[in-house]
């Protein structure tokens, strides 16, 4: 579980950065990379190319990351069926959160990648309706990216809250075990 949302606010923060780094890297360019972003056709045209290849190295991320959610979501869905007592609300949690991903996997972001593609060339603030839809499903991934998040801080809390449980209910099943069979000293 770590793991899981431990991997979301990773790729959140790369998601991010990585698009800074283009703005970062044109702001103070080396004379090398200076005479290529002449010869480029100038910053607007390397900017639009080097956010183009952020773009895709991020759709490949995000992609790879929900496969790898998924994964994670049903190992996790078998650990807690036949790994341990059954607990229905955390196996309710993460099957919710094996239902986000699963949507922003088969519907979100093929939607985001087709739209995302389609404006990557266009200039910056040159309206256009898919510019819009690619707003819209892309506040919707987030959306559901928080709801995932909280899913998993909430399952996380109860199987900590679980382990713990479990942890004392041991220690006081040793302590009847040594109090009936272990003469006290004295």
């Known amino acids: 579980m770590g793991a899981w949302l431990a991997g979301c606010l990773f790729m959140d923060l790369v998601a ?38 952020v773009s895709e190295q991020n759709r490949w991320y995000f992609e790879n990351w929900e496969r790898i959610q998924i994964g994670l979501g049903m190992l996790l869905l078998l650990v807690l069926l036949f790994g341990s007592v059954a607990d229905r609300f955390a196996l309710l ?11 922003m996997h088969f519907f979100l972001t093929p939607e985001i990648t087709r739209l995302g593609r389609s404006i990557d060339f266009t200039p ?22 928080l709801v995932k998040l909280g899913l998993g801080v909430a399952l996380a809390a109860r199987l900590l809250r679980r382990k713990k449980r479990r942890e004392i209910a041991g220690s006081d099943a040793d302590a009847t075990y040594r109090a009936a069979h272990i003469p006290a000293r004295e």
């Open 16 to 53: 991010t950065q990585n698009f800074r780094s283009v703005d970062r890297l044109l702001s103070t360019p080396s004379a090398q990379a200076s005479e290529h972003i002449r010869a480029m056709g100038g910053h607007d045209t390397a900017r639009a190319f080097l956010r183009y290849q």
């Open 93 to 103: 949690l993460t099957v919710l959160m094996l239902a986000v991903v699963l949507a």
């Open 124 to 145: 910056q603030g040159t309206p256009s309706s898919e510019r819009a839809r690619f707003w819209n499903f892309h506040g919707a991934y987030s959306g559901a990216e």
